[in-house]
């Protein structure tokens, strides 16, 4: 059974990853309408699901452990962005706040001494490692091509890759 401030605080990662799942979603959809960055707009709508199905997974434990998730309101995201540059940027900034609020998770359920909660959790610390490195190679990439057109079309073409491997789950 949950505590009461373990439930509560698994509801705000429920909003969390609703939120990222929104955001990625609104990059998605300003991606598809720039030029040539079809590989990028393919990359942010699966990174958008596949942070529906982090909320999911979290709406699943709390209410398996006899607790009640909440399915919140979400906020409106950034729907334009400068640059590819920019929404990538952003994207690594929202994930740093994504692992950290994991980590204070982790946190509260050692604290509580709930053992499950802090088991079912590992997997979220383990997917933040690589969502984060992902993020950081890709910002760096983008940061060498600068203005570059051709660098941008390679960088489009090797995001083929990482949504073929399935990166950024
Ligand atoms: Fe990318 O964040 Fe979910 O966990």
């Known amino acids: 059974?949950?505590?009461?401030?373990?439930?509560?605080?698994?509801?705000?990662?429920?909003?969390?990853?609703?939120?990222?799942?929104?955001?990625?979603?609104?990059?998605?959809?300003?991606?598809?309408?720039?030029?040539?960055?079809?590989?990028?707009?393919?990359?942010?709508?699966?990174h958008s699901d596949e942070e529906r199905?982090?909320?999911?997974?979290?709406?699943h434990f709390i209410n398996e452990r006899g607790g009640f998730?909440?399915?919140p309101a979400l906020a409106q995201p950034a729907?334009?962005?400068?640059?590819i540059q920019h929404a990538f940027k952003a994207l690594l900034e929202h994930e740093i706040h994504v692992s950290e609020s994991i980590n204070n998770l982790v946190d509260i359920s050692l604290g509580e001494k709930d053992y499950?909660?802090?088991?079912?959790?590992q997997w979220y610390v383990s997917e933040q490692?690589?969502?984060?490195?992902?993020?950081?190679?890709?910002?760096?990439?983008?940061?060498?091509?600068?203005?570059?057109?051709?660098g941008l079309y390679l960088f489009d073409r090797d995001v083929l890759n990482v949504n073929?491997?399935?990166?950024g789950q």
């Open 164 to 167: 073929v491997a399935g990166g």
């Open 116 to 121: 499950a909660t802090h088991n079912f959790l």
């Open 69 to 71: 998730a909440v399915v």
């Open 1 to 46: 059974m949950l505590s009461k401030k373990m439930q509560d605080a698994l509801n705000k990662q429920v909003l969390i990853e609703a939120q990222s799942s929104q955001v990625y979603l609104a990059m998605a959809s300003w991606a598809e309408i720039q030029p040539g960055l079809d590989n990028v707009t393919e990359f942010f709508y699966r």
């Open 129 to 150: 490692i690589e969502e984060e490195a992902l993020a950081r190679v890709m910002n760096d990439k983008l940061e060498l091509i600068g203005d570059d057109k051709s």
């Open 79 to 83: 729907l334009t962005y400068p640059s």
């Open 53 to 59: 199905m982090h909320m999911l997974k979290l709406i």
